[in-house]
Each structure stands twice: as C-alpha cells, then as structure tokens.
T-cell receptor, first 114, second 112 residues
Framework: EAQVTQNPRYLITVTGKKLTVTCSQNMNHEYMSWYRQDPGLGLRQIYYSMNVEVTDKGDVPEGYKVSRKEKRNFPLILESPSPNQTSLYFC?????????????FGSGTRLTVV | KQEVTQIPAALSVPEGENLVLNCSFTDSAIYNLQWFRQDPGKGLTSLLL?????REQTSGRLNASLDKSSGRSTLYIAASQPGDSATYLCAVRAGGSYIPTFGRGTSLIVHP
C-alpha cells in the first residue's frame, strides 16, 4: 500500500530532551515536507526537501532540523524541544512534477513537551 | 504570494442536505488544486485532485469544480451524512512553486 508512515503517533517529552520523529514513504516521491498544525493557525510548513541532500526552510523552521540522506526518509529533529513546540505534526510527500500530482500525508504525530 | 481562503469556517447542517464548500485563491497561475478531509486529531486524506486544465472532478457524492479565472473552487457534497463530519481543506499548487498553499479549512458537522 502506498503510504507515508510517521513514528511515533504520540510522544510526551520533557523540555530540552532531543527527539526525532521519523517519516518514510514508499512511493519514490522526490518531494517531502514537514508541517505543524495548531488551533487557529492552520497548517504551517517547517521544512521541505526537493530530493536527496536538498532541503530548505519553510515558514516556521526555528527549533527544528531535518535531513534527507535517502529518498524515502525525512526525519524531523528537535534538538532541544520547548513547550511551544507542542503541536500536531504531519509529514507529506509528492512527486516533484508540479503539473500532475497531489500530496500524500502521514497520519500525524501528536507531540507534547512539558 | 498565493493566499487561500475557505468560506465558511464552520458549518452545521442536518443530515440529507446538499452542501457547497468554497475555496478561493489569489494567484490564478496554478498547477492543481487538491481537496482534503481531516478528522479530529487525524491525518489529511485526499479527496479530489483537479488539474489546472480540468473544470471538475467527481468521486461518489463529492464533486469539485475549478474556475481558475475567478480564483475559485467549490466542493459539493450531495446528500450529506453524519459520517461526512470533518474539516475540509483545500491546497493550491501554484505555478513556479513546488510548495502548496493551504486554506484554514471548513469545519463541517452533519447532525442526524
């Protein structure tokens, strides 16, 4: 089944403890992206990647890191999480041919930082 | 910069009604527009994808139309059911950018 898989689904952590949220897709998509979703603010893009070793900042990159060493994986790293990073996170992917393809989203990761 | 607006922000209707959700965008030079459904706390599920060369797409009780010249798309839901209750988001993939722009969504409640 074609899908984007995020892990974990739920995570509670303490301030300052480094964490990684994994994202993997099995559709050979070039484009991958991370979003956070907060009430009243909608979906905001954190980082995106056009292909292996190519990443760029989205609208709210502060406090986050990403890497794209393999085409299928795009982990999101929080080096020193803070309570304002408590949110619902989504990974998405797509083919980079802009004209014909839509986006596939993962099921989300609910992160709570205390 | 592309801006996407969805109206109304919330909608509550009785079961059986036919509904129209609206999505407007400011830059008509788009590649495609995608409608998603999101259940509370869950991921986004793709409903319909309309290419810039198309006028509409249909899937079951759902029909999405696209009018690029006026910067509008509508999602029509026929004979609504309580199971349709969710938030519906539209995303526009603009020309010259790989990055989609999302609307804030329309929160729909269909009550029995």
């Amino acid at each position: 089944e074609a899908q984007v898989t995020q892990n974990p689904r739920y995570l509670i952590t303490v301030t300052g403890k480094k964490l990684t949220v994994t994202c993997s897709q099995n559709m050979n998509h070039e484009y991958m992206s991370w979003y956070r979703q907060d009430p009243g603010l909608g979906l905001r893009q954190i980082y995106y990647s056009m292909n292996v070793e190519v990443t760029d900042k989205g609208d709210v990159p502060e406090g986050y890191k990403v890497s794209r060493k393999e085409k299928r994986n795009f982990p999101l790293i929080l080096e020193s999480p803070s309570p304002n990073q408590t949110s619902l996170y989504f990974c998405a992917s797509s083919f980079s041919d802009r004209g014909y393809y839509g986006y596939t989203f993962g099921s989300g990761t609910r992160l709570t930082v205390v | 910069k592309q801006e996407v607006t969805q109206i109304p922000a919330a909608l509550s209707v009785p079961e059986g009604e036919n509904l129209v959700l609206n999505c407007s965008f400011t830059d008509s030079a788009i590649y495609n527009l995608q409608w998603f459904r999101q259940d509370p706390g869950k991921g986004l599920t793709s409903l319909l994808l309309i290419q810039s060369s198309q006028r509409e797409q249909t899937s079951g009780r759902l029909n999405a139309s696209l009018d690029k010249s006026s910067g509008r798309s509508t999602l029509y839901i026929a004979a609504s059911q309580p199971g349709d209750s969710a938030t519906y988001l539209c995303a526009v993939r603009a020309g010259g950018s790989y990055i989609p722009t999302f609307g804030r969504g329309t929160s729909l409640i269909v009550h029995p």
